[in-house]
C-alpha cells in the first residue's frame, strides 16, 4: 500500500468520499472526516468566492474541536477539489485560498497544471488528480502529482469507460504513488474488491449522496434507493464531456434518455444543460452504477460503519474462498 503520510494511522476505512458538484458542503466532509473517511468538496460549491474562506475555517475548526474531545478518535483530512479549466476563473484565487490554509489534500479534474502541485507541495499538501485513462495518467504523473484518481467504467458524473481490471493493473505497472479507484463503488464488498486490485483507496462518490448530511433535493436521495445500473445514462449532452447520469432525471427534463444528441466538448459548461432549459447536477442527476446497492439515506457514520463491517465481511470470505 502506498499512502502519503497525512493518511497513515487517520483512516477508519480507506476511502475517499469524492467531491460532488452542488451536494458536497461542509456538513458532509465534517461527518465524513470525523466517521475516518476523507471528506471532499469542490471549491467552486462555495460561492460566492469569499465563502471557501469561511468554509475551510469552519472544517478545520469543528474537526480540530472533535479530535480534541476524542483523541481515540481516526479523524481524517479532508480534501478540497480544483476544476483546472479555462473556464474556471476562480482558480488560481481559490487555490491561494488552500495555500493559506495548508489543505492537506488537493484534488485536481480535467488538467494536472503543475502550477497546482507546486502550491500544495509548498506546504506539504498532496495532489491526487482524476483520468480515466493511461495516456491521461501519465500525463499527470510528469507533472509530479502524487496519486491518481482512476475513474472507470460504472462511476458517476464524468467517468470513463475502461474495466478496472484493466486500468488499475495497466497504470500499476508503472505509477508507484498512491492509486484511488472510483468506479461503482457502494458497499464494503467493492471497497474490497478495488483493495483486492491493488488500489490504495477506494473513491466513492454516489452513495453518499444518499445520506443525511449530503446537500441534495430530497427526490435525488429518494430515486437513487428506487433505481439501478440500468437506468443509468452515459452522455455528453449535458456538459461537454461524458459522464453517467439518473435516466428517470432526464425524462423528467422532458428528454429522451435512449436518444440524446452528442454534445461540441469544445463548448463545455459544467452547470448548463447543454442545448436544454435543465441544468447538469441541479435538474440532471450524475449517478454511478452502484445504486442498486442504495436503499436508505442514512448519517454518514453510520453508513461508514455499516462499510466497514461489509469489508471484513468479504476479507473473511475472499480468505475463506483462497483457502478452500
Known sequence: MSLPASLANRLELPVVGSPLFIVSGPELVIAQCKAGIVGSFPALNARPVAKL?????RIENELGEYQAQHPEKKVAP????????????????????????KVPIIITSLRPPSE????????????FHDVINVKHARKAAEQGVDGLILVCAGAGGHAGTLSPFALVREVKQWFKGTILLSGAISDGWSIASALALGADLAYVGTRFIATEEANADLRYKQALTEYAAHDIVYSNLFTGVHGNYLGPSIAAAGLDPANLPVADKSKMNFGSGGNTKAKAWRDIWGSGQGIGQITDAPPVAELVAR???ELAQARDSFTTRLSA
Do not use: F, P
Open 116 to 127: 497546482i502541485v507546486e502550491a500544495a507541495h509548498s506546504y506539504g499538501g498532496v495532489v
Open 307 to 309: 462499510m466497514k463491517a
Open 53 to 57: 474562506d469561511e468554509w475551510l475555517t
Open 78 to 101: 479532508y480534501a478540497v477539489n480544483q476544476i483546472c479549466h479555462a473556464s474556471n476563473d476562480r482558480l488560481m484565487h481559490d487555490m491561494e485560498t488552500c495555500v493559506k490554509h
